[in-house]
């Protein structure tokens, strides 16, 4: 996938470095992938990405789009320790049919199918926009931006998160969220009867209710204000339904 980009941790202190950084358990990584999200102290979204242990260092497979964002900020906190932090020449390779020898099952869904990392690209033709649609899966810089606040984009349901592992940028937030308040604004799968575009406003009864994103035939993703989430939602002529 010309889409993703695999940058290598290795040193001494690679684990115990990325562990004290990221929202997930990653001596899980050595048994298959993790997934897992880079915060800011405010607990808001930097860089969601999987997480692969190959014995002598980390692979982490990041959207192009954010490797680089991802690489400044592992650098910034790496002050003092042995962590070597390098772009890999490996390609990310996905799809749903039989996997490859060596392909990792992705860890958010079942039916999100495998990953690879090899020398050549042997992805399939699968349409993943019905894939996370059909099982409210956020992608990078669609639904997942700055203003994210993960558990809102459902990382605790996609295995992306961990509340027993410790400290880590942003955990603060999180763990308030997970135990101290209802969430009130969320991401899910919206029937949807027309079509708009991705970022087009939501309103119910004049009054603003949330966000469109991803659209797959009559279905979409949308985050929404549960209590404005009425039956009848309107997003330009689209009009939409909770599913």
């Known amino acids: 996938m010309t889409d993703r980009t695999l940058i290598r941790l ?5 684990r ?3 562990q004290g ?4 358990d990653i001596t899980k990584a050595a048994q298959g992938l993790v997934y897992a999200a880079l915060l800011t102290p405010q607990g808001k979204f930097i860089a969601d990405f999987f997480v692969h242990d190959t014995g002598d260092g980390l692979l982490i497979d990041v ?8 690489a400044q900020r592992l650098t910034m906190y790496r002050l003092r320790a042995d962590v070597q932090i390098e772009e890999s020449p490996l390609i990310v390779s996905r799809g749903t049919g039989t996997p490859p020898e060596g392909a990792l099952q992705d860890p958010r869904h079942p039916d999100m199918g495998w990953r690879l990392y090899g020398d050549t690209d042997l992805s399939d033709d699968t349409d993943w926009d019905a894939l996370r649609v059909a099982h409210v899966i ?15 984009a459902g990382f605790e349901r996609l295995n992306g998160i961990d509340f027993r592992k410790g400290c880590y940028v942003g955990q603060e937030i999180a763990a ?6 209802e969430l009130k ?12 575009s991705v970022g087009t406003d939501i309103t119910a009864n004049g009054k603003a209710a949330g966000t469109l994103y991803t659209q797959s035939g009559n279905h979409a993703l949308a985050h929404l204000r549960f209590d404005r989430a009425t039956d009848d939602m309107q997003a330009d002529s689209a009009v939409l339904r909770r599913s």
């Open 10 to 14: 290795t040193g001494t202190d690679a």
């Open 16 to 18: 115990d470095f990325l």
């Open 21 to 24: 950084l990221v929202t997930n």
């Open 63 to 70: 959207a192009t789009t954010h490797a680089p964002t991802l």
């Open 138 to 152: 956020p992608e990078t810089g669609i639904e997942l931006t700055p203003d994210t606040y993960i558990l809102e």
């Open 176 to 181: 308030r969220m997970k135990h101290k308040t």
């Open 185 to 196: 604004k969320g991401l899910v799968q919206v029937a949807i009867t027309g079509t708009a």
